[in-house]
């Protein structure tokens, strides 16, 4: 099949970037996205022209490293999809695509498609964690967890930290993202002990990267691509006012 | 090259608790003076660097990726196994031991597997008391399912997601020793040479991959959690990024490298779908717990398979092997599917492909049960394939999944290069000639969480590395080096790119040195791939600039790596004249089944680099097998 590509090309965050025009030959149907962006990258090295940049790696859909904006929307159109498992027979013959890095401003252009998504290492190093040494747990068995809390807590721990959610949202919020951790943790009897520095530390942190506010648009729940429930974030939301009005002493730890 | 496997004296069980208490210990106050550094940050590498990091040891760690989250730990889907007995099924360490010796054809260390099936059991507690959400029954406790090669229910699980949660586990360790500041964390970081001052590792040379900067680092001692290297085969079920690099550069200075020819190839992977294919996608193996394997009974029977009647089927693996039936090891699965594509009974469009079908699971439990235990796998089959597995049976065929091969290491998993620690996949050690399911995520978290960590100190305290600088003469060479080398990728300026002679090496790799070897087929593996690193050497084209983001650039770096590599696999499964595990030699065969040979082959084969060019030495660590007997591995 023949398509049209119109692809974002910024050598690096200083310089500006525009919009390319390609027209890749031979398109399969069975072929995933990237490998179309492989094969389009294989002629244009035949060229002599720079590829183009973009990041990936399991290329199964959970590693969270592909991370393209395909005609406006993060993932492209598959719902539940990342753009490493969407496949060409999703497009028709002379369909235009226009393919963008993520915009926000706490994701920084590195070059072409690819983003510095650092800022979500950072939230994560300010709670995203049971303070658990090795060698001191107990017996697995030793404290039974409901069969539904264990669920309920996976669906959030599924978070692949892709930063889908922040590319859709209108504000640039990652409180999808944060939410998934906090959430996870706090359904768990593990992570009661620091559960509110946990949600003050992560949020703070969040702020900080210059990720904007949740308005409950739901662009982010949409756009996910292990779909990723909001309900997560009411319950973040919850977790941070309590800690804040009721205790303020976590405030203090939760910067350290 | 001296293999000393430094196995403690004493019965089998109690040699690790005896070891704990003979290596000499750092005190806490004095841990802070040491430094280390850990490349590859997935289960092996994020556990080591925050456990050790925990100990009080300066810790600065380097991945590829932008993050250690996205390490290819993170991929593995069905499990971790672990000598629980939750189920009360007879399980034991001496079971989940006896097993992986047996999976590996005898041809792993008796101690070192002993060890890993004693800490498996820790793993899960540290994992569960980190907030891994395992699955779990209604009574709250934790659930288990079984994996091949074993007859017990012993592999936790996170629905098919196993990996990414214990590696998120890792990941949250490693995190919080980020922000305490006991882990300096480097990703887009990749290492291309191992420094050695005095006989011992004292640090690495990287190139920042946004940047392109060629940065020294030294510490005292180096951890090598850089995984395997079944991307020599072009397609596997590794990241497109996973690479050799790391392993083969410290096989070039002086590392052993063990069994290179030992790979994995996974029975059950969604077939190659056209010449563009970049990667292979796996299966789980777990879904042979409910999954029936067949092929039609008829060459070329091309009728849609509802069309097939049932004894019109082939349902190989339970006729062959009734006591594991669909649960039989990867390696023998493999092979059986072969045989049925060889023999024309292959299914799909290109005839590679046999059939794992639910249609009896779906009628026993009830299509919600099974989209509860495997929703996200078949949801991953359908959007690959187009196709329903809930309505029609998935079509699976073997690919390159795991390489048990890798950098040779004593019993405190320390390379031929003092120093030099090897962990993960990267090392050799635990699964000889087959790696059985789950035990990847179980060898790569012991590893990482309970024995380097352990071990690491004894050598601090033991060879007491004498003070050293990054502006050492060694230092400044191997930065040299690494520099000529990149400028050399530049300015070749050939016709082909990179990816185009790393698919010609797959090509040969998989063609010769895969599923079935013979020894024709790979001296004339050797010759092709000489020629096709002259050609490579003469012919690359890399564009783009040394400075910057280069992925053309980092690529051709890797494949360059393959290149050799490829040939050093080929000549161990060249002088390796017997079939055991995943190295299957046509020659050594009965009835169809890998024929060992313990009078010649019962060892651990090291190769010594000796040169550019110049065909390495070959060395042999014995093994003895003091508890068990070396038997005929069967599972009929």
Redesign the interface.
Known sequence: MKIKLHVWRQ??AKSPGKMETYSPSDV?P???F???L??L??D???K????I?F???????????CSMVINGRPHGP?K??TAC?L?M?SFKEGDELFIEPWRAGAFPV??DL?V???P??RI??????????????????A?????DL??K??EA??C??CGACVAACKNSSAMLFVSAKVS??AL?P??QPERMRRALGMLRQHDEEGFGACTNTKACEAACPKEISIENIARLNRDFMKATLFYPEHESSANE | MKLESKVPSGPLAEKWSKHKFDVKLINPANKRKYSVIVVGTGLAGA?AA??MA?LGYKVTAFCY????????S??AQGGINAA?N?QGDGDSVHRLFYDTIKGGDFRAREANVYRLAQVST?I???????????????????ANRSFGGSQVSRTFY??G?TG??LL?GA???L??Q??MGTVE?H?KTEMLDLVIVNGKARGIITRNL?TGEIKRWAADAVVLATGGYGNVFYLSTN???CNVTATYRAYKKGAGFANPCFTQIHPTCIPV??D????L??MSESLRNDGRVWAPKKKGDKRPPADIPEEERDYFLEVKYPSYGNLAPRDIASRAAKEACDDGRGVGESGLGVYLDFADAIKRLGEDKVRERYGNLF??YQ??T?ENPYKMPMRIYPAVHYTMGGLWVDYNLMSTISGLHVIGEANFSDHGSNRLGASALMQGLADG??VL?NTIGNYFATAKPEKTSIDAPEFIQAENEVKERIQKFMSING?K?P??FHKELGHIMWEKCGMARDKAGLESAISKIQALKKDFWSNL????TAE?????LERAGRVADFLEFGELMCRDALIREESCGGHFRVEHQEEGEAKRDDANFCHVAVWEYQGEDKVPLRHKEELTFETLQLSTRSYK
């Not at chain 1, 990041?55 to 490293?65: F, K, P």
């Not at chain 1, 060698?135 to 697995?140: K, N, P």
């Not at chain 2, 507690?125 to 934790?142: E, H, N, T």
């Open positions: 050598k690096n399969n069975n072929m995933s990237l490998e179309m492989d094969v990258n294989e244009l090295i035949k002599g022209e720079d590829a940049s990041d990936h790696d399991c290329r199964e859909g959970i590693c969270g490293s598959s539940g999809t498992q496949h027979r590195v070059k690819i510095d998504r650092t979500f290492d994560m190093a300010k709670g995203g964690f049971v303070s658990v040494n090795t060698g001191s747990a107990q017996d697995a068995n404290l039974p967890i409901s069969k264990a669920d807590s996976f721990a599924a692949i930290g996870q943790l768990l593990q992570g | 556990s925050a456990t925990e990726q932008d993050s250690p989250r996205r390490a290819h993170i991929a629980k939750y820790d899960i507690d540290q994992s569960v008391a980190q907030g891994v959400p395992f699955a779990r029954d209604y009574g709250g406790l934790l996170a629905r997601q990414q949660q998120l990941y949250s360790a995190s919080r980020i922000g964390m990703g946004e990241a497109i990024g779908s056209g563009h294919q970049s990667k996608t796996l949801d991953m959007k690959i187009d969480y309970f960590p016709t790119t990816a185009e084209k890399v564009t783009g910057g983001l280069n992925q053309t």
